[in-house]
């Protein structure tokens, strides 16, 4: 098993993290085990896209205006093409989990087809693609001083504005980047 369970917790990516795809990213653990981690970025929008216009190319019919208008994120750089469905509630959808008490993981299509209706899902984020570490992998990185560790909260996660996110969970743990040495982990 890992050293700590990050299952549910956020990893606040360091000011000077050697991998530039993850800088000033702010990732959702969806699942920590002795095999490695998922997580999905949960600060970085496509602005260039909408969920409404994602799921009309699924050829799923649209009819609530505010899906038009969602915008989706960039989950990570795995997979790009594969959309996962983070959202409040159980986890009562086809191949769904859940990753906390009101927080679940889905990649099935019929929580888009509520989704595109306005029915039955509270918050949500349509996220394309993945961040995901192999066994040991990401405590390695945790020792490095990559990442910076924060729980999770259903604010942080759905409500706060995707550019604060970043800041907002450094802040949550007492840490001001403006301050923060590269000799983080190293005493």
């Known amino acids: 098993m890992p050293k700590a369970n990050l299952t549910h917790h956020f990893l606040i990516a360091a000011p000077d993290l050697p991998d530039p795809r993850f800088g000033q990213t702010l990732i959702y653990i969806c699942r ?34 505010q899906v038009m208008e969602d915008v989706p994120l960039e989950g990570g750089p795995v997979y790009p093409e594969v959309g996962f469905v983070l959202h409040t509630g159980q986890p009562e959808w086809a191949s769904s989990f859940a990753i906390s008490e009101n927080v679940c993981i889905t990649t099935s299509q019929d929580i888009l087809k ?14 394309l693609g993945h961040a995901n570490w192999g066994k040991e992998q990401l405590e390695r990185e945790l020792d490095n001083g990559d990442w910076l560790v924060c729980p999770a909260d259903l604010n942080l996660l759905f409500d706060t504005p995707f550019a604060d996110r970043w800041q907002i969970a450094a ?17």
């Open 171 to 187: 802040d949550k743990i007492g840490v001001n980047f403006d301050y923060l040495s590269s000799d983080i982990g190293h005493a």
């Open 114 to 127: 509520r989704i595109a209706a306005g029915q039955g899902v509270g918050h949500y984020h349509l996220c």
């Open 32 to 65: 920590h085990d002795q095999h490695g981690a998922l997580g999905l970025m949960v600060n970085r929008p496509i602005e260039q896209s909408r969920v409404g216009k994602l799921l009309e190319d699924l050829s799923i019919d649209v009819t609530d205006p």
